[in-house]
């Protein structure tokens, strides 16, 4: 249905976003919330084992990545 095709970058950008947004679906409150939570961790897991170079500095203990949640409106940063 070309209703539901997305344009331009839109599908790639989705398809990053979904594990975490699977991964928000477990839980109770709001999915949103769960879902930045999972999508931040996620990401900082990525950069850790990113190849060649990040990985072999985190296992050498040289270099290490928190997750942050950064909300635009209140301007409050929170450690994930």
Partial sequence: NDRLALPGQLP???Q???PA???GLEGEGDLLPRAIRAN???SAGQLDTSEPVISGLVAEGRVSFVGAHYDIAS???TLV
Wanted: hydrophobic share 45%.
């Fill in 16 to 18: 990053e976003l979904q």
């Fill in 21 to 23: 947004v699977d991964g």
């Fill in 40 to 42: 931040v961790s996620r």
């Fill in 75 to 77: 301007g409050a940063v």
């Fill in 12 to 14: 790639g950008l989705v």
